[in-house]
């Protein structure tokens, strides 16, 4: 019995739970990579039914196929130059109209195209009945009916991908037509590129690219044609400025002629369910009050959760597993003990004991964003993102960073703007991560028992007070203050789906621990070494060596060589603040130690300029690698590493300097 | 563009909207905008003038822009009023410099501008009578006529449904921050300087056309639109 290998492509534009469709047909099989020399999301997955292996590829959402941005221009490269055998396109019913033109789009491609109408289930809610039999038979392409969410329908899309991969189905579809006023000049515009048209581009497709301005296929053609042949397409160009709105209008009027039958719109005047929440929740006031409320209910839980689950892990798992290790190896060398306890342990450990409240935190936000309601949330936070150079969507990777900077920074590739998207990923190591929090929940209580709340709070406060500044000045100075468009869709709300969200979870997790686990990992191990020779007490090891040099620096911001090693080490990973004073204060005393120790020998001036620089620090190793990958520059990595660095000695030297006035010194 | 040392006094000869002088405040960024009646009917309106520009001068503009309103009946008369008034006025704040300022609209031309938007009303002609969609309040529909903007934003645009023809809904617009609009069953955000971009015509409604009064006048008709 010999295999047939199907490829699909996975097209759609945003929001259409295009996702959800992949995630049920691949499962966990599947594969997340860049597409080559790009910061976009591939996904790859394989799954087998009946004979047929299929390869799924997950094109990038889009609105169009014209390459006005990367994503654009990889759907349809891939779709032209790859050659998949079908192309699925996704569309949700609620939005059929609109979705319709990315139809529209790929239709008059070489590649024969299968309708999937997803979210059928959200629509009817929203009074819009579609009758995908008649849409089928005005489009002449299968179109089959979804509810991903509940598995309905997939059966019948992959039945319907056979019946046209196979030529069963008669696939003939009805192309949308350029507005008939602009007819003549496309016909003139084909004329005049048609030798010039590279392989295995279809002619007449790229003569109406050409008229819509497409810069990727201008570009191409014109390299192909003599100057005098495209004086005359320039010509063509300059007369016809309008040409791509006669292009979309042609496709926009192709698109109703589907629809005049079978679509059935609600009753004029009917108060649908995403307009009523919509009412509150993009209300400039109450949309902000309820933010607020959204934004407090996720850290509740996370924390309330979480922060048990963390004692649970630590004295049910970590420490259990040191001392079975030193039992074990209590006869064996005792730097293979150091090493494996201190080093090892302790930073697996810490990642480890990070997890309930990172998943927590992931699994809150994608509940948040599941549902539709980022793009609310967006739409409220627009008013004040916008002083900063950066609009609403520019929100939601800022607040993951709540939990880990990681995602956060990989997260602002929803930002088509790469000045924004740059401004972002600097911006966004100022939000406080899970690591810089705990820090700041452990030495809070010790430095300041009657205020620590207080304290936490100014802190936390200070830090985005900070970021908001730092983007005011960015925007003026480096980015000249640009306007940004904003142009943003606000999906309708429907039920979460626990499986995307678990995959997001999963994959946000992963994240973590692919970037920042096994650098901390690696740090730890680095850490003991450096801490543990040569000699043997800590006075006498390089980490001290080093500390001790770099003193009369640390004298302006009120810390000793403890301290600065302490905010140093928290390059590697935030957390490392705790272990290295732990290390440095009370070897071998545990937390209670470490707490009177600490007490006893650091001022309140000192312990708070050093709460202070700890949180605007340097973002960590993983965050700068994260930022390196992202921006593809190490100028502007060092530029806003160079940034933190000035900010947060200077921030960190100001508190010592006036908290020494008011007699906090001693 | 307006300093901030800079207020105006809108000279009028009748009934004021009274949001008229914080609206061309705030349009044009002065440091204040007062209203002053001036006459044909003597001294006390005269009089009003005065307090006009004692108030914006003790706000701490150095310089006074006054602008007849188009409602003010300018002739002759009035004119000389004004001059008179410009003149006791600079006497009595020696350091404050009054700029007496013509609205370029005389009362003919102001007359035939208004019959020529009622023939194109009647005519329904639509080029040159289109508003941005981002003058339009909550609930009003339109149609887009079309796109301003760089090629880039003009296929974005297209694409997402904003094609002449198409019927735009209103969903949301408090007068600042992004609207919310409904196109082609798509609901969209849409910051205001895109929805600025969108031209359309208000269905139901004369188009009469206000894009070829003055400044001032213009944002005033928006200002009354405003949702809320």
């Known amino acids: 019995m010999s295999d047939r290998e199907l490829s699909i492509a996975l097209a759609g534009?945003?929001?259409?739970?295009?996702?959800?469709?992949?995630?049920?047909?691949?499962?966990?099989?599947?594969?997340?990579?860049?597409?080559?020399?790009?910061?976009?999301?591939?996904?790859?997955?394989?799954?087998?039914?009946?004979?047929?292996?299929?390869?799924?590829?997950?094109?990038?959402g889009t609105f169009s196929l014209t390459a006005n941005s990367p994503e654009e221009l990889i759907a349809r490269e891939y779709i032209i130059l790859e050659r998949p055998d079908v192309v699925v396109a996704v569309i949700g019913a609620a939005t059929l109209e609109r979705n319709l033109y990315l139809v529209a789009e790929l239709l008059p491609l070489p590649t024969p195209v299968v309708i999937g109408v997803n979210m059928v289930d959200v629509a009817e809610r929203e009074g819009i009945h579609i009758e995908t039999d008649v849409l089928q038979a005005a489009v002449g392409v299968p179109v089959v009916p979804m509810v991903a969410t509940r598995n309905q329908g997939v059966a019948e899309l992959l039945e319907a991908v056979e019946a046209v991969a196979t030529k069963r189905f008669p696939y003939q579809p009805r192309l949308p037509q350029i507005r008939p006023d602009h007819l003549a000049v496309l016909e003139e515009m084909h004329r005049l590129i048609e030798p010039a048209v590279p392989e295995p581009y279809p002619t007449r497709w790229a003569a109406l690219k050409v008229l819509e301005g497409d810069r990727e296929m201008t570009r191409l053609v014109r390299d192909r044609l003599s100057p005098e042949q495209w004086e005359a397409v320039h010509q063509i160009l300059l007369a016809h400025e309008d040409a791509v709105v006669a292009v979309a209008s042609g496709r926009y009027d192709w698109i109703g002629r589907m629809i005049r039958a079978a679509m059935v719109k609600p009753r004029a005047g009917q108060v649908t369910l995403t307009e009523r929440i919509d009412r509150v929740a993009t209300h400039p006031l109450w949309g902000m009050a309820l933010l607020v409320l959204v934004l407090v209910a996720i850290f509740g839980v996370t924390y309330t959760l979480g922060t048990p689950l963390q004692g649970l892990l630590e004295t049910g798992v970590v420490r259990p597993l040191a001392s079975w290790l030193e039992t074990t190896l209590a006869g064996g060398p005792t730097w293979l003990t150091g090493l494996l306890v201190d080093g090892v342990l302790g930073g697996a450990g810490m990642v480890i004991t990070f997890f309930p409240i990172l998943m927590l935190f992931f699994a809150s936000m994608g509940l948040v964003e599941d549902v539709g309601y980022m793009a609310r949330a967006a739409y409220v936070t627009d008013r004040f993102m916008h002083r900063m150079g950066l609009h609403g969507r520019s929100f939601m990777p800022l607040f993951l960073g709540f939990g880990c900077n990681v995602p956060a920074i990989m997260g602002t590739r929803i930002i088509e703007s790469r000045r924004r998207r740059l401004l972002t990923i600097l911006l966004a190591p100022l939000v406080p991560c899970t690591a810089r929090m705990v820090v700041i929940a452990f030495l809070a209580p010790i430095f300041f028992p009657e205020h620590a709340t207080w304290v936490s709070g100014f802190l936390i406060a200070l830090s985005l007070l900070v970021m908001f500044?730092?983007?005011?000045?960015?925007?003026?100075?480096?980015?000249?203050?640009?306007?940004?468009?904003?142009?943003?869709?606000?999906?309708?709300?429907?039920?979460?789906?626990?499986?995307?969200?678990?995959?997001?979870?999963?994959?946000?997790?992963?994240?973590?621990?692919?970037?920042?686990?096994?650098?901390?990992?690696?740090?730890?191990?680095?850490?003991?070494?450096?801490?543990?020779?040569?000699?043997?007490?800590?006075?006498?090891?390089?980490?001290?060596?080093?500390?001790?040099?770099?003193?009369?620096?640390?004298?302006?911001?009120?810390?000793?060589?403890?301290?600065?090693?302490?905010?140093?080490?928290?390059?590697?990973?935030?957390?490392?603040?705790?272990?290295?004073?732990?290390?440095?204060?009370?070897?071998?005393?545990?937390?209670?130690?470490?707490?009177?120790?600490?007490?006893?020998?650091?001022?309140?001036?000192?312990?708070?300029?050093?709460?202070?620089?700890?949180?605007?620090?340097?973002?960590?190793?993983?965050?700068?690698?994260?930022?390196?990958?992202?921006?593809?520059?190490?100028?502007?990595?060092?530029?806003?590493?160079?940034?933190?660095?000035?900010?947060?000695?200077?921030?960190?030297?100001?508190?010592?300097?006036?908290?020494?006035?008011?007699?906090?010194?001693? | 563009m307006a300093g901030t040392d800079t207020g105006v006094i809108l000279i009028a000869s009748g009934q004021v909207e009274p949001d008229l002088a914080r609206t061309v405040q705030r349009m044009g960024g002065y440091r204040s905008v007062e209203i002053g009646l001036l006459g044909a009917n003597g001294s006390r309106a005269q009089a009003d003038v005065r307090l006009a520009a004692a108030r914006v001068?003790?706000?701490?503009?150095?310089?006074?822009?006054?602008?007849?309103?188009?409602?003010?009946?300018?002739?002759?008369?009035?004119?000389?009023?004004?001059d008179e008034a410009v003149m006791e006025l600079r006497a009595e704040h020696p350091d404050v410099e009054f700029i007496p300022v013509r609205s370029g609209i005389l009362p003919d031309e102001h007359a035939r501008l208004l019959a020529?938007?009622?023939?194109?009303?009647?005519?329904?002609?639509?080029?040159?009578?289109?508003?941005?969609?981002?003058?339009?309040?909550?609930?009003?529909?339109?149609?887009?006529?079309?796109?301003?903007?760089?090629?880039?934003?003009?296929?974005?645009?297209?694409?997402?449904?904003?094609?002449?023809?198409?019927?735009?809904?209103?969903v949301q617009n408090y007068g600042t921050g992004p609207l919310i609009v409904s196109v082609r069953g798509g609901r969209l955000a849409l910051g205001r300087e895109e929805a600025r971009k969108v031209r359309v015509r208000v269905a139901g409604q004369p188009a009469y056309c206000r894009r070829r009064f003055g400044r001032p006048w213009r944002r005033v008709m928006r200002r009354g639109r405003r949702h809320e």
């Open chain 1, 13 to 60: 534009q945003p929001n259409v739970g295009k996702t959800t469709v992949f995630n049920l047909l691949t499962g966990m099989n599947q594969h997340v990579g860049n597409w080559p020399g790009k910061t976009i999301e591939k996904k790859e997955g394989s799954f087998r039914r009946n004979d047929t292996r299929y390869r799924l590829v997950d094109l990038p």
């Open chain 1, 469 to 666: 500044l730092v983007g005011i000045l960015l925007n003026r100075v480096a980015f000249q203050g640009e306007h940004i468009a904003f142009i943003m869709e606000l999906p309708l709300y429907h039920l979460p789906n626990w499986r995307t969200i678990g995959l997001a979870v999963w994959h946000r997790t992963r994240e973590f621990v692919s970037k920042a686990g096994t650098i901390i990992l690696l740090v730890s191990v680095v850490l003991w070494l450096l801490s543990s020779y040569p000699g043997t007490t800590l006075e006498q090891s390089f980490l001290a060596q080093l500390g001790l040099w770099l003193e009369p620096a640390g004298r302006l911001l009120g810390m000793n060589w403890k301290l600065l090693l302490a905010l140093l080490t928290s390059f590697f990973a935030k957390e490392n603040a705790i272990a290295t004073l732990g290390v440095l204060y009370a070897p071998g005393a545990g937390g209670s130690g470490l707490a009177q120790a600490l007490a006893a020998e650091v001022s309140a001036a000192s312990a708070l300029a050093f709460m202070v620089a700890q949180m605007l620090f340097v973002p960590c190793a993983a965050t700068v690698a994260v930022v390196r990958q992202e921006t593809g520059s190490w100028r502007w990595t060092l530029a806003g590493v160079g940034l933190l660095l000035v900010i947060s000695l200077l921030a960190g030297a100001i508190v010592y300097q006036s908290a020494t006035l008011v007699g906090w010194g001693s």
């Open chain 2, 57 to 82: 001068a003790a706000s701490g503009a150095h310089r006074v822009l006054l602008i007849p309103l188009l409602t003010a009946a300018v002739d002759d008369r009035f004119e000389a009023a004004l």
């Open chain 2, 116 to 170: 020529a938007a009622l023939v194109r009303a009647e005519e329904g002609s639509a080029e040159g009578c289109t508003v941005g969609l981002s003058v339009l309040s909550a609930g009003q529909q339109a149609v887009v006529q079309r796109l301003c903007g760089c090629n880039e934003f003009i296929s974005q645009m297209a694409a997402l449904g904003f094609v002449p023809g198409s019927s735009v809904d209103v």
